[in-house]
């Protein structure tokens, strides 16, 4: 018979989100939400939430209530969220304005910002988005026309929607960054605490794709842990520890 107290482990494919927001001024006291961006990597669809659609558009263009509580709303059902400059930007715009509306602010979800990958695991010139694009030679950015941002500042439509399509170009580049970076995001959150999968990759997901790397291990104080390597995304992990009294050494 069912134990009214039981836990009931429910498994799935993780959600992870890349998200963009574009803004009319850096500083949220400033400025207001034009456009924001997202999409799951396991669905094709990025979705879009633009201050037209919001329902007061047409009585004040500088309303972004509705765009930033559909953008929570949107990251809220991510179990992992990627961005670009996004912990030091996004994250803190979007809570800034959540604050405001007297809204609850969006909580500790496992972020991992693109950036801070680029700026300690890669040695470039700068870490800006458009410079890793362009070395890993994968599609760039698009350009910003700065009369038209003035325009999509000021509500003019046509000029708002030129703001929309550049922020889904970012939101595509910066996932094929995330699939790049990969192997390089040491912090990645384990993706096998929602699969339930047990003898897969924790960074990809992907069964069967982990090869052990011969003597090769991670070693502790007092213990050490097989490294793994997998075939998939190119990312490093590591088995079960064994303790140093465990260790035979003939």
Not at 96 to 117: A, E, F, N
Not at 219 to 241: D, V
Request: hydrophobic content about 35%.
């Amino acid at each position: 018979m069912k134990n009214d107290n039981e836990v009931i482990e429910i498994y799935r494919v993780p959600k992870i989100a890349v998200f963009d927001i574009e803004v009319s001024n850096l500083n949220a006291d400033f400025g207001h939400m034009i456009a924001g961006c997202w999409k799951f990597l396991d669905e094709n669809k990025v979705e879009v939430r633009s201050i037209v659609d919001s329902p007061t558009f047409l009585d004040d263009p500088t309303d972004d209530r509705w765009v930033v509580e559909e953008m929570a709303k949107g990251l809220l059902n991510a179990d992992v969220l990627f961005g670009w400059y996004s912990t030091r930007f996004d994250m803190p715009y979007i809570n800034t304005k959540l604050l405001k509306y007297g809204m609850q602010v969006l909580p500790g979800i496992p972020h991992i910002d693109g950036w801070r990958v680029a700026k300690y695991k890669m040695k470039l010139t700068n870490n800006r988005l458009a410079t890793v694009l362009g070395y890993l030679e994968l599609s760039d950015k698009t350009p910003l026309d700065k009369s038209v941002w003035v325009k999509a500042i000021g509500g003019h439509r046509e000029s708002i929607k030129y703001v929309v399509d550049h922020c889904v170009q970012d939101v595509l580049s910066t996932e094929q960054a995330y699939y790049k970076l990969r192997p390089l995001m040491h912090n990645h959150p384990n993706v096998n605490l929602t699969t339930g999968k047990t003898e897969a990759c924790p960074t990809c997901g992907a069964v069967g794709s982990l090869t052990k790397q011969g003597i090769r291990f991670r070693i502790a104080r007092t213990r050490r842990y097989q490294r793994y390597l997998c075939k998939e995304c190119g990312s490093w992990s590591h088995g079960k520890a064994t303790n140093v009294n465990d260790i035979h050494i003939s």
